[in-house]
């Protein structure tokens, strides 16, 4: 955490439960999936939450991962290397931005902060992992890595039916409705009273 003392109170108690959802497993995978996506060009972290964060923190690797996933035109049209924090922020904006693009739902987003402070890198984790998941799930070929990394998608199973068809259903009672043949109310006694048990 840059410029930030120790947390105290209910501050401290919320910093924790965050940091428990962080997964090192998690991180493994990712790592190995970003090293495959990317090429070994981007190097390994050290192994932690301090490794990884300081790997991912100026927005490179996240850059080039996300170009990784396309095959034409490319959505970081520049990446470069800097120490000054407003550009690495701005490299993880845009990483965010494409990632969206590319289908990543707004609320499996984390924000540029959780990273670059390292408030909340188990919503990093859930970034890429959804990332991941869309990727594996694409059929056009920039996927790299094992496809058991990451779960598949829903597809759409789009139906079209005529009208015939559609009018031949409202006739038809499907057995999910249940169905009242054979029942009676034979042998029902009334409420309160005891049930009757013939010998």
């Known amino acids: 955490m840059a410029n930030k003392g120790p947390s105290y109170g209910l501050s401290r108690e919320v910093q924790s439960k965050i940091e428990k959802k962080y997964d090192p497993e998690l991180e493994e995978r990712l790592v190995e999936w970003i090293v495959a996506q990317c090429g070994p060009s981007v190097g390994r972290p050290q192994p932690g939450k301090q490794g990884f964060q300081t790997w991912l923190k100026d927005g490179c690797i996240l850059?080039?991962?996300i170009n990784s996933l396309y095959k034409d035109a490319k959505p970081v049209k520049k990446i470069q290397t800097s120490s000054m924090a407003f550009k690495q922020m701005e490299q993880i904006s845009q990483f965010l931005g494409a990632a969206e693009k590319y289908g990543v739902l707004k609320s499996d987003m984390f924000q540029t902060i959780d990273l670059w402070e390292g408030k909340?890198?188990?919503?990093?984790?859930?970034?890429?992992?959804?990332l991941g998941s869309l990727a594996v799930t694409r059929t056009d070929g920039c996927y790299r890595g094992d496809p058991s990394w990451f779960h598949?998608?829903?597809?759409?199973?789009?139906?079209?039916?005529?009208?015939?068809q559609l009018k031949e259903g409202q006739c038809v009672i499907g057995l999910q409705m249940g169905s009242n043949k054979g029942a009676s109310q034979a042998g029902m006694t009334g409420y309160g009273q005891p049930r009757q048990i013939l010998k």
């Not at 890198?121 to 970034?127: D, E, G, N, P, R």
């Not at 199973?157 to 009208?163: L, V």
């Open 63 to 65: 850059c080039e991962l």
């Open 120 to 130: 909340d890198l188990a919503a990093v984790q859930m970034t890429l992992m959804a």
């Open 152 to 164: 598949r998608k829903a597809q759409e199973n789009r139906r079209d039916f005529s009208e015939e």
